[in-house]
């Protein structure tokens, strides 16, 4: 599977080009279009338990969309409900990722994504204690809200990440969760930023610039304001 990204950074489409007769999974509603006699079958890939692990902890749909090039191969346009970036991320068999909830779109199918406890540390950052975790060999298509950073830390190399904008993340990474102003609840709550994640290298971390919580809690009280 080749990725081809269009429209980015703000309204990003990753077109998704597929050989002869090769699949592609995607998260069900994600698919725009696709070229003509791509076959589609939606299931709940790997069995009811694993569906429903992707619904109610994860944060995706219970089904999993298979789209199948036919013999000279095809293409399918897959990108995210909220307004912002992708980016396609290479998964290897020494190199698994957590994904947080919401940000998987697509992935070849030599990748097994699937619900993955996150931690205490997720439960309460934000993004609830489940995601997914994607392993296996290929390539996975993560959408955003806002626009995508990446941080390639090098051993001991330190980055602290506001817990609503975190992504993904290398699995052999190590982090911790705490307040913004450690030891202090009170002018966490002041400073407006009341938990962060403390990464440390090894290893690499996507984040995005927009935190879809922030915007929904916003989006609420201006509703209710009005």
């Known amino acids: 599977m080749q990725i081809q990204l269009r429209h980015n950074p703000a309204y990003t489409v ?43 902890l994860a944060g995706e749909s219970f089904f999993v969309t298979t789209f199948t090039a036919p ?7 897959v990108a995210s409900a909220l307004p912002g970036d992708a980016l396609a991320l290479q998964i290897t068999p020494e190199r698994p990722y957590f994904i947080t909830r919401g940000g998987w779109l697509a992935s070849s199918y030599g990748v097994e994504v699937e619900g993955k406890w996150g931690g205490f540390t997720n439960l309460f ?43 993904a993340y290398d699995l052999a990474m190590t982090f911790r969760m705490r307040r913004a102003v450690a ?9 407006g930023e009341g938990l962060v994640f403390d990464f440390t ?26």
């Open 125 to 167: 950052g934000g993004e609830g204690g489940f995601g997914m975790r994607a392993h296996g060999n290929g390539e996975v298509v993560l959408g955003v809200y806002g626009a995508i950073d990446v941080f390639d830390l090098a051993p001991g190399e330190q980055v602290t990440i506001d817990t609503g904008h975190v992504v």
């Open 201 to 226: 290298g090894p290893g690499r971390v996507l984040l995005q610039t927009r935190n879809p919580g922030a915007f929904a809690a916003w989006a609420g009280s201006s509703a209710s304001a009005g």
């Open 183 to 191: 030891g202090r609840s009170i002018q966490s709550l002041k400073s």
């Open 71 to 77: 013999p000279d191969g095809g293409w399918v346009d």
């Open 14 to 56: 990753a077109r998704c080009f597929l050989g002869p007769q090769e699949p592609v999974r995607v998260e069900s509603g994600a698919m725009i279009a696709h070229s003509a006699g791509v076959q589609v079958q939606a299931k709940a890939e790997g069995g009811i338990i694993a569906g429903l692990k992707r619904s109610v």
